[in-house]
């Protein structure tokens, strides 16, 4: 964006949030955060998901509202309050904001979804157009994506983040520390499809959906998802490790609880409106992907 902007920010403080905040101040733009407790500069706004409450008189004249917050799907073993949050999170919070896009009119609302929209597609191809599945996280993902729809007739993004690579967080952070001690492997086995993206490029997709007049569902993914089999031996490499010890199924389901099904489902997620509307990657392959990413 040639033009600086003021730009406010849910789920400022997140993997996401503080990457992208970083990018958008280095490239001359003003940041203001949405915060739950009182603020303390003018760089923040409060805000209250749980009550609905949005301080809408500082977000006047903004030109972008992205809204990232919610609970980590993967923080904590699924149970029927947890999983309650992770709706709740997304559902108050996205309604909240959404309203707050609504009254403030920005030129832009970049809202967060996931690929979890599709469910289980084993080796089949998805798309934007495709339904969504049947699952719990499907069943979030639609009432996510409807509460983004009350902005009415604001420029909506519904951006449906696959698993961002980077070895500060995430999954991939979770994994290095066992692949560093050379007990790294494959998850159950092996043939699920995952769909991912690195931070740099995830960063680099939310600004070219600010800056690029594409609407609606957009997958931020890179183009070319891998099995976890080939993931898991493309990260042994970059590590110069063995990939000898695979995690059984059975045990990821003890371990992990419901959240076991994103690890061991398979989704293979096309990001066909960016392609469509002309973005290039800079990692489009795991195995440069991941050499860039690990410092042994």
Not at 215 to 220: E, F, K, Q, R
């Amino acid at each position: 964006m040639s033009v600086p902007q003021r730009i406010a920010i849910t789920g400022a403080s997140g993997l996401i949030g503080t990457a992208l905040v970083g990018h958008l101040k280095a490239e001359g733009h003003t940041v203001q955060r949405l915060v739950r407790r009182t603020t303390v500069g003018s760089d923040e706004i409060q805000w209250d998901p749980q009550t609905g409450f949005v301080d809408l008189e500082p977000l006047r004249g903004v030109d972008a509202i992205i809204h990232l917050a919610g609970v980590g799907v993967g923080d904590k073993r699924w149970n029927k309050k947890y999983k309650s949050e992770i709706l709740n999170s997304r559902l108050l919070g996205t309604t909240a904001i959404a309203n707050a896009v609504a009254e403030v009119k920005p030129q832009v609302f970049i809202s967060a979804s996931a690929i979890g929209w599709y469910g289980e597609s084993g080796n089949r191809a998805v798309v934007e157009t495709d339904r969504a599945g049947d699952d719990f996280l499907a069943a979030v993902c639609r009432e996510w994506e409807a509460a983004a729809d009350l902005a009415g007739d604001v420029r909506t993004v519904k951006i449906r983040t696959g698993l961002v690579l980077d070895p500060t967080g995430g999954a991939l952070g979770k994994m290095l520390p066992l692949f560093r001690l050379g007990l790294g492997g494959k998850l159950g086995n092996g043939k699920q499809w995952w769909s991912w993206i690195t931070l740099h490029d995830q960063i680099r997709a939310i600004v070219f959906a600010l800056e690029n007049q594409i609407s609606g569902p957009v997958n931020l993914t890179a183009p070319n998802p891998v099995t976890n089999q080939e993931f898991t031996a493309a990260l042994a490499r970059a590590m110069h490790r063995p990939a000898l010890f695979p995690a059984p199924a059975i045990a990821l389901k003890i371990a992990l609880g419901g959240f076991s099904s994103e690890v061991l489902g398979s989704k293979r997620v096309i990001p066909h409106v960016l392609q469509e509307a002309g973005f290039t990657w800079d990692y489009p392959h795991i195995s440069e992907a991941l050499a860039q990413l690990i410092e042994d």
